[in-house]
């Protein structure tokens, strides 16, 4: 069972989403931006980081197309952060890393999510958006263009 | 709609999570390792990470417990190291980070992965676990224990 992989790091889905979204302090501005926290006052207030690190933050965000800055008053001019169609689908992800960290870390939901429709507390799980099945690494294989597909 | 929180950022699931795996290299490290590259030459041979910053991240991953270090040779003395529980359960929020970083940043699945049960590439959704449904934003809240409760 070959798993290495022949090319290098930076050529790979997982590095491309990090190197946008791959700060600690980038995933927990996202998370309030979620939340509804979505000016830079209120994003401050709820993390308490260094206000030079937000700024930076949400500057790579923005460049990155993760969220619009968008001008809610002319005087004085205000901004707000609003989720792009790219940021909004990082939903899964957020919510699947904060789930191993409330069961490995915490080992309490903090906070608690609760999944509206079914009315349970959110328990994500990674499905396969074809046949409908929970995906595991035993279950998946890299497949190599061009070694000569199949299996 | 509030979704402000009345809590600071260390005491929520997700800063818990960033807090073990949050570094950029960190992440790519365990993938190698869920790869099958579970030494410490073949991790540096894949990522060319500086071999101080390589040590570090799996010092902090093997005190996190998310992976083990195992000795496989005593003359010369080596090691590799092996997911813990914790560290398989993971999977799903890699999986999830990486196609979102194929879809919105590299626009192609690098490297393919596929489901192999299915035999699609693997185009994994956040599902909830109780009612099997799709996890979205929109149709999730946070609860805040005692204050209320219900809806």
Known sequence: MSRQRDHGPMNNGLAAALSVVGDWWTL?????IFRGNVRFEHINNQLRVARNIQTDRLTRLVSGGVV??????????????????????????????????DTWVLGTPTPLIVHTSCGNPVAPVATCGHCGNGL????????????????
């Open 68 to 101: 619009e800055k968008i001008r809610y008053s002319d005087k004085p001019e205000r901004f707000e952060y609003r989720l792009t169609d790219m940021g909004r689908d990082l939903y899964g992800a957020i919510i699947m890393l904060k789930a191993w960290g």
């Open 136 to 151: 595991t690494f035993d279950d998946t294989h890299d497949s190599h263009p061009g070694s000569g597909a199949g299996e």
């Open 28 to 32: 927990l501005i996202l998370r309030e």
